[in-house]
């Protein structure tokens, strides 16, 4: 799939089927987080590939009971490891939308989560204290397509040379 496809017809999937992920679709989606940009190239990020379904299932509640994040077969948990610096946020945002992007050229869903207990995330897969957990990524086959969602005009985010409202 040619990269504008994937990012033109990836959408937020929130069902999935319980059909593992192939092993070369999972490297690939993994590949993509490791060959992306970073800040001075600092690569100060580490991703938790959760694959145990007693740990799936007990980020749902962690998750604020979102029940598709424990049917996928993989949850990619994104962490900054030196979160005090200016762009570890960034950083990690980039190399997770990098995994999102080549999930969908393996025929696999991802949804964003941003909507999750930071502390507890911590203490279920034993993150150190002085990391920041930055969002998580259920990936698995898609078990419905995903709805596109309204996006706004180009003439809306685009002004020329300065702001303008």
């Not at 959408?11 to 999935?16: F, L, P, V």
């Not at 007990?58 to 948990?77: D, K, R, S, T």
């Not at 990524?137 to 005009?153: H, Q, T």
Request: charged share 25%; aromatic share 6%.
């Amino acid at each position: 799939m040619e990269v504008m496809e994937a990012i033109r017809t990836r959408r937020s999937i929130r069902g999935y089927k319980s059909d593992p992920i192939p092993e070369d679709s999972l490297t690939a989606v993994l590949e993509a987080a490791r060959v992306a940009p970073s800040a001075a190239n600092r690569q100060e990020y580490k991703f938790i590939v959760v694959k145990d379904e007693s740990l799936r299932k007990a980020l749902v509640p962690i998750c604020h009971n979102q029940a598709f994040v424990g049917e996928a077969p993989v949850v990619i948990v994104g962490c900054a490891t030196n979160p005090k610096r200016r762009y570890s946020f960034v950083d990690v945002a980039i190399a997770m939308d990098h995994m999102t992007l080549a999930a969908r050229a393996h025929g696999l869903g991802t949804c964003w989560i941003g909507a999750f207990s930071e502390d507890k995330v911590k203490q279920l897969l034993d993150i150190p204290e002085h990391v920041s957990v930055v969002c998580l990524l259920p990936v698995g086959i898609p078990a419905k397509e995903g709805i596109m969602r309204s996006r706004k005009a180009h003439e809306e985010l685009y002004p020329e040379n300065r702001w303008q409202d």
